[in-house]
Every structure is written in C-alpha cells, then in structure tokens.
C-alpha cells in the first residue's frame, strides 16, 4: 500500500514532534471471514502548539471542518490530543484525554463514572461519529476481566494463557472505560501501568498468526509495551478486538509501507 506523498510527510513530520505513539490492528468478524485494520496513533501533551499542529494535519488529511471544530470545542479541560490514522487514510480520528481531570476527582474521592477520552472520528463508509469513554474509575477485576476474556476468546486465545497474561492487571493497574457512541457498544481498557511481560503478551496472541497482518501484531507484542486492549460490537463491522502496542519513528515507516 502506498500512501500519497503529502500525507506521508504530514504522518513523518508530526512522528518527529509527537509524544507518544501508539500502534493498533482491529480484529472484526468471525472466525471464518476477519476484517484487519491497521492504525497508527500520535499522542501530544495539549499545548496551543500541538493544538495548531494536529488541527493543520487533520485538515490536510481531509477530516472535515465540521468535526475539527467539534474537537476544537471539547479541548477545554483536556491534558493530552491525538490524531490517529488508518492505513489507506479511509478513517481520521482526533481525540482528547481528560486524566488530570479524573485524577483529581478520584483523589477527591469521587469515584463516579467519568469522561476520559472524546474521539471525532470520520470512518471508511464516509459517515462521521464521535465517541465518549467513560472511566469506571479503580474497577474491579469483575468488571474489567469478563470483556478481556471476550475478547480474547474472539481472537481464538487460549483461556489460561489469556488469564496469565493479564493476571498482573488490578484496580490499580487497569484504567477500564465504556464507551457511549451512536450504534456501538464498546470498552478500552488501558493496561500500560501493569508492564505486561511481551512474552507473556506474544504467548497469549500466538493463534493471532492466522489472522490478516497476525504477524505484524505478533511482532509488535514481542517487542513493544501493550498500552490498550479494547472490544465490543460495532454497528457496521459486527464484533471487533482491537489490541495497541507502544510504537516509535520506525514502527511509523513499516505501518506506511507493509501491505
């Protein structure tokens, strides 16, 4: 798959100024028809400079005006922005992280259900959507544990090397949220805090080799920090699992240029 020019210096120039990134594959489908997507997120601590930086990108990279303005006008309050991009540019996303938010409300003592994350996000059948995660803050196992276990058992996991795999995450360790959008029942769960083993990781998702790009995530879970696990039902693309690996410059040039 080859990306336009422009967009690849667009992708290249905000790798180099980005705090953070993050790659993802989402599973969809069932076992005997798969649907892989392959995405790559850019993560910045919210300033007016990295404001300005993925407002220009989301732009160039056709988000349209209507949905930046969206994500312009939830940026009060927010502590990090992303901009995420699918490999073929059929889906833009930009969101905002309220952790500083959260945080202090649970040191407050305030364990209520709180917005976490807001995604804008424009998707390959040329509709638009925005989503809102809400953090069940300090969650059980009970609660988190039962969806991982989904998940998993959609991508043909093993159910005692999943649960080895994951038996690290707590309360503490585990930052759990569900998310509310228009024809989508969904859940992420943020598990960077747990450091899980990569070995750990890469034994668990071994079945993952058949799937579309199943070597690619095999490959990053070997060699990269899992950030998120996510899953549920989509409207469009039935049920999906979507797994995210800590990635750098170079994990950017082999998501723009592997097929």
């Known amino acids: 798959m080859s990306l336009p020019p422009a967009s690849v210096r667009i992708l290249r120039r905000l790798a180099q100024r980005a ?3 993050e790659r993802s594959w ?3 489908g069932t076992r005997t028809e798969i649907v892989t997507e392959r995405r790559f997120l850019f993560f910045f601590t919210a300033s007016s400079m990295a404001i300005s930086t993925l407002d220009d990108a989301a732009a160039a990279l056709g988000l349209p005006t209507g949905l930046i303005a969206a994500w312009r006008r939830a940026l009060p309050g927010a502590d990090a922005i992303g901009l995420a991009v699918r490999d073929d540019l059929a889906s833009v996303r930009l969101y905002t992280q309220y952790w ?14 709180a917005l976490l994350y807001a ?22 196992r009970d609660i988190f544990m039962p969806d991982i276990r989904t ?20 309360a503490d360790s585990c930052i759990y949220t569900r998310t509310e959008g228009d024809g989508r029942e969904s ?22 080799s058949r799937l579309p790009c199943g070597t690619e995530i095999l490959e990053a879970a070997a060699q990269r920090d899992m950030v998120h696990i996510a899953g549920g039902h989509d409207g469009t693309k039935g049920r999906f699992t979507s797994l995210y690996f800590a990635a750098d410059p170079a994990d950017l040039e082999t998501f723009m240029t592997r097929p």
């Open 119 to 140: 995604g804008f996000k424009t998707l390959p059948d040329d509709t638009a959507r925005a989503d809102s995660y809400i953090c069940l803050p300090a969650a059980p």
């Open 151 to 170: 998940a998993m058992a959609h991508l043909g996991v093993d159910p005692t090397a999943g649960d080895a795999c994951f038996a690290p995450l707590s």
């Open 26 to 28: 989402s599973i969809a």
């Open 100 to 113: 500083d938010a959260v945080a202090n409300r649970v040191r407050g003592g305030n364990r209520e259900p």
């Open 187 to 208: 859940w992420l769960a943020t598990v960077r805090r747990a450091q899980l083993p990569h070995s750990d990781v890469a034994k668990a998702l071994a079945p993952v």
């Open 19 to 21: 705090d953070a990134m």
